[in-house]
């Protein structure tokens, strides 16, 4: 039986960002739906306002790729049960809620080093805003928009 969104979503928070403590969760609880609720560019069209979209668009989150550089991914979301913090930041951004300081960032990556480039992903479409623990967060620049 395949998860509900609601579920879907608290297991991509468990796996992305589970020991990023709740701000780290929620940045990335708040990216996923910043993508669902763009109002133009890539993730507007392949993400159609559906979080199940969102999550499940191929190769934007580690976590729901069944294999990594060629390797079994033993860590996914079809691997890891949710708790109950993941179902309750789930539910705080389904509701509208956001993490003010990710703002509209579409983006983050863990960059296994202490810093962050300055431009993400690598064809400019995103600038660096914040870190917040391991993972950097990206904001959409214009070049977003064209994609």
């Not at 934007?60 to 179902?87: I, K, R």
């Not at 960032?105 to 810093?115: A, D, E, G, I, T």
């Not at 992903?121 to 620049?141: A, K, L, M, Q």
């Amino acid at each position: 039986m395949p998860f509900s969104a609601r579920e879907l979503f608290a297991r991509v928070i468990k796996c992305e960002a589970g020991g990023e403590g709740d701000d780290g969760m929620k940045a990335v609880a708040t990216v996923i739906m910043n993508r669902v609720h763009v109002s133009s560019g890539e993730y507007l069209r392949t993400g159609q306002g559906d979080l199940r979209k969102v999550i499940l668009q191929p190769y934007q989150f580690t976590c729901c790729m069944p294999t990594v550089y060629g390797e079994v991914n033993p860590q996914t979301v079809w691997a890891l049960d949710p708790e109950l913090e993941h179902y309750q930041i789930a539910d705080w951004a389904l509701s509208g809620n956001k993490l003010w300081s990710v703002g509209n960032c579409l983006w983050y990556y863990n960059p296994f080093k202490p810093s962050c480039a300055q431009v993400f992903p690598r064809n400019g479409s995103g600038r660096f805003v914040t870190r917040i623990n391991e993972h950097c967060f990206y904001e959409p620049t214009s070049l977003y928009y064209k994609t």
